[in-house]
């Protein structure tokens, strides 16, 4: 693995034991002996406070060999990233004593500068020296680096070679993955090498995405773990620095790679996705999909794109589902190069994606993402999607789809998308025909009845028999389909009549708006069944749809008479439906005689009220009202004529015209009678002729007992008109006046005269003496009987 070209380099750093004037320092003793250029201050204090070789005491008061020791390798990210590669020298340069040391680093701030390489891979690069530089500036590494022997095909093979290889990888990066968080358990290996660490820190961190790699610091080896600044370290066995063990962790993840094993650690969801994948498939289109996953945004659903991406696996839907999510809603400049891969994998098996996967797919190639020659495929697969879904389950989604780019959609896709509409019809039961034709509609595809005549007729046979409730606008069809029904249901009136009243009640709540025109026998029986059973106001709102156009017939009349014959063809009409006609049909419009049916029974049962009589009056002054019962204009008639006799009888003062008002009286019906007492007792009180009144009353006994209570309240009240308690008198003396009636208005004069004083009695007297000189006898013996039995108090004071 080579870096990319363009890649920076690294600062470098050399630190060892300096004779006089060697270092940085320009003393004796161990110090920073060279840099490069760019590496300042900051950057020593990150190598020597974490990456400086560590030589361990023990063997250094053995006097082992130089040999023996193995060299180190480290790595922070701490302000800087830096790199370090140490070796053991033995003496110093400046005496005899043990310690001597160098360590050559690399540091850069640019995490760039690694490009896709892991620093654990660095291990064995041969920009690393073991000698000092000839002068205090060191080299930088230049762009172009290569990394350490440890590639992604080593580090595979390592892992694979290894006694539970991949159990231990599952392990280690489960433990890396948490490493970094506050509180979570370090990582320490046990060896005796560094390469062999250095493999299973390169093939954990390749697993990692590459920040996050870089992000973990590592020291091999340490000889003390406790105080190591990174989270993961290496311990060698010999140098007795810790007495952790795999049974005996001391809290740390152990690694044992002396005698094998690891300390139990919890597995995460990542590890166990990627290690099984590092190890079965190309190694490097692994660390590709990882990368790739990190940068997506998706979460938990990462590892879905990265494997489309780079390694062309085939999605389940769901996960197709998220793909698409992401295309859709991520911004197109994030991941550009792999966004292509993903569109193309997903567009090869957009045959088995289903309806909604399909829907996403369908805006994410309206949105430019996908390659023109592609688009339609997917609008296609869509359609045949949704036809197989009405016809498996008589399902069809409400979502309304915009047309595609301009060029995309071409007449051979929509023939294809048109046969197979036809190919899901031919077979299709009712249920699904119906939703079948929906879709159809719903992406604009043609259906001709001509190619489907015998499905068609079958479906319209069983939408007849059922009275399924469909809407045929939303058909590409309907109208032909919704003609072939009411033809068939109009053949089936016309066979038998008898037969439109059931089908009118099976279909007026589907169908009665669309009948209001009434111009087959199928809307007829409609509208007539919808008049029975819908409620008042919406009767009223069906008869003003049926009328709207009435003004502009050209024979308003005749074309009033036949709607109304449909209309009411099964029930009279109502009150407020007759005068919904009053304001509608033209003036002398024959109308059937069940329309105005029930308004005439009611002005025949003999319990009138006066909206009834005053319809019944407006119907028939406009000409509507024509009953075939004499009765009901005979009673209207009556009413005419009985308010022309209450303004004759307010008026009488004499007997002439009694004979010729007794009988057009006696003549009015009992009810118009009944509905008008109140107007026809005024007229009698108005009236001052005693004998018409009596002979009035005498005509029609049902006005005696309410004209006289009226009249003997008033003279109790004291009533002052003297015409009134002459008519009193005159009832209460006549032998052809009713016994309870005669008595009450006795009383009523008795009392009135043992109230009045002698100016009202005297206009009263003069009125009784016209009657006759018998009258006028009786009437002054009741003055003086009167007056003479009541208290004085009671009588009129004199002057």
Known sequence: ??????????????????RAGQGLRGAVGLQFQARSAGADEAAMAVVQRNLLYEPPA?????????????????HVWDGHLATAAGVYLGKEVNGSREGNQLTHSVVTRDPAAYGPVRPAQLFGATFWTDRPAPTTQSPPVPPGWQPGPIGIEDAQK???????????????????????????RRVLFVADAPAPVLHWITAATLLLPRNRALAIGFKVFTTNPAYATQPVVAVHPDWGTTDARVDNDLGYAVFDLVHGGCSEVPSTRHAETWVPLFCAEDPYDIVDAIEVAAASGLGRHA????????????QTPEQAAILLRWLRDSDRDLLAGWRGPVVDLLAESVDELPSPVLLAFDEVARSGQVPADRVAPVRLALI?????????????????????????WLPE????????????????????????????????????????????GRFVDDWAQHRRAYEPAGWPCGEELDAMLVDGLCEQIARDPARGAGIGDGWWRQRWRGCVNGATPFDQAVLGAAMVHLDPDRRLDLVRLVFRDLPAADDPRRLAGELAEILWARRPATHEELQLLLDTVPRDTVLPHVVCQALCAELLDGKLTEQVVVLGHRLRSKGILRSRNRRVADLLEA???????????????SANSAKSLESRLGAIPGPILLLRVDKVVDALLAADAPHVVRRLLSARPELAEPYVRRLCADLRRGGRSPARVRTAFYLGTSPHVAGADQTECKQAVRHWLG???????????ELVAQLSPDHLSIWQAWVAETRRGFPARFLPRRR
Do not use: N
């Open 303 to 314: 590892p879905v794109l990265g494997l489309a991406a780079t390694l062309r696996r085939r």
């Open 158 to 184: 390592f892992v694979l070679d290894q006694p539970d290889g991949r159990q231990t990888l599952i392990a280690l990066v489960s433990a890396l993955e948490e490493v970094t968080e506050p509180g979570a």
């Open 755 to 765: 109230r009045a004083g002698t100016r009202r009695i005297k206009p009263v007297t």
């Open 639 to 653: 009413d005419y004529d009985l308010y022309d006799l209450i303004e004759q009888i307010a008026r009488l003062s």
């Open 413 to 456: 896709h929509q023939a294809a998308a048109e046969r197979a509409v036809l190919a899901a019809l031919r077979g299709a039961p009712p249920a699904a025909f119906d939703a079948v034709l929906r879709v159809a509609s719903r992406f604009e595809l043609a259906v001709r009845i001509a190619d489907i005549r015998d499905e068609a």
């Open 1 to 18: 693995m080579t870096a990319p070209e363009g890649q920076p380099g690294f600062d470098t750093l050399i630190y060892t034991d300096c």
């Open 58 to 74: 023990r063997w250094m008061r053995e006097r082992r060999s130089v040999s023996d020791y193995p060299p180190s390798f480290a």
């Open 384 to 408: 045949t999607a949704e036809i197989q879904r009405a016809y498996r389950d008589a399902e069809v989604a409400g979502v309304v789809l915009p047309a595609l780019p301009a060029g995309t």
